[in-house]
């Protein structure tokens, strides 16, 4: 059996067909306003603030849990800084 012959594009034809879909979505952009996103639509903005309140949680959630693993750094930091340098504070702390 011989195989049939393949039908595909040029590559200036799919060239062309991107840039006209670059341009469209440029378009679409420009019609938002300047670095608006594809769909300007306010409950995409709403989901984007709360992804904030979201990685900012995790942010604190992940320092909270991991200052156990060095929290006599953090006094002896504390004991230099208020005694003005003169006590490094691993007398205090050991």
Do not use: H
Request: charge should be negative; glycine fraction near 12%.
């Amino acid at each position: 059996m011989i195989p049939a012959a393949a039908l595909a594009d040029s590559i200036e034809d799919i060239a062309a067909r991107n840039a006209v879909a670059a341009e469209a979505a440029r378009g679409e952009k420009k019609k938002c306003g300047y670095g608006a996103l594809p769909q300007c639509d306010t409950e995409v903005e709403q989901d984007n603030g709360s992804s904030l309140g979201l990685v900012g949680g995790v942010l604190v959630g992940s320092v909270a849990l991991s200052v156990p693993f060095y929290w006599k750094n953090l006094a002896r930091l504390g004991t230099k800084i208020t005694s003005g340098g003169k006590d490094d504070g691993y007398d205090t702390f050991k």
